[in-house]
């Protein structure tokens, strides 16, 4: 049941340059979608969020897009710099308005930004 | 910056074994969740829990498990009897959606239980 897919499990940048992680979802009922990222041993950290009400949110060197018609999302992080290697997810939820709704992640994929 | 907190971060016990693993979500929460991650897996919701009940919960959270709210500010999982393929990484995490649109789920650092 993938409800949410991270086609690509891997993805190497070069310092400087934009990182885009993509991700896409099936259930139409997702109206609110996140992504986190995630070092080893330890727990996701939330990154930016946006409502299905809009197609893009930036902030900072992060920028989530989100294409409801065909179901697809991406981040867009530039510059990329070192510290941003980790594994990234992509999470959704529905009933976004004032609920305790769970969030379904993403395989993940991971981000090795390179000197 | 108000974080969730876990104890411990990491735990060995033997199959058949009870395990608690306990959580402080952050302060002003109200709904509080408890996910997994089995190593090279994707990150699993186990339960959701609201006022001091089961909101929803997974498959995986079958009688095995347990959640808890003993006190105002912890927040506990039990798994009475444990096997190996409960060995993974258990996250905590909360949130309060009533900030606005969308529900933005903080998380825990983990507790790492190994079951042998």
């Known amino acids: 049941d993938q409800q949410v897919k991270q086609n690509s499990p891997s993805l190497s940048v070069q310092e400087g340059r934009i990182s885009i992680l993509n991700c896409d979802y099936t259930n139409s009922m997702f109206d609110y979608f996140l992504w986190y990222k995630k070092y080893p041993a330890e727990g996701p950290t939330f990154l930016i969020s946006?409502?299905?009400?809009?197609d893009k949110n930036e902030d900072g060197r992060f920028t989530v897009f989100l294409n409801k018609s065909a179901k697809h999302l991406s981040l867009h992080i530039v510059p990329s710099q070192p510290g941003d290697s980790a594994v990234y997810f992509c999470a959704a939820s529905a009933d976004g308005y004032s609920s305790a709704s769970k969030i379904i992640f993403g395989s993940g994929t991971r981000l090795s930004i390179r000197p | 910056e108000p974080e969730v907190t876990q104890t411990p971060s990491h735990q060995v016990t033997q199959m058949g074994q009870e395990v608690i693993l306990r959580c402080v979500p952050i302060s002003n929460h109200l709904y509080f969740y408890w996910y997994r991650q089995i190593l090279g897996q994707k990150v699993e919701f186990l339960v959701s829990?609201?006022?001091?009940?089961?909101?929803?919960k997974s498959e995986i959270f079958d009688d095995q498990f347990s959640v808890e709210r003993p006190d105002g500010s912890n927040f506990t999982l039990k798994i009475r009897s444990t096997k190996l393929e409960d060995s993974a990484m258990y996250f905590c995490?909360?949130?309060?959606?009533?900030?606005?649109?969308?529900?933005?789920?903080?998380f825990g650092e983990g507790s790492w239980l190994t079951v042998v």
């Open positions: 995490a909360s949130s309060d959606p009533a900030g606005g649109y969308g529900n933005t789920i903080y």
């Open positions: 946006i409502s299905s009400i809009k």
């Open positions: 829990f609201y006022n001091n009940e089961i909101s929803e």
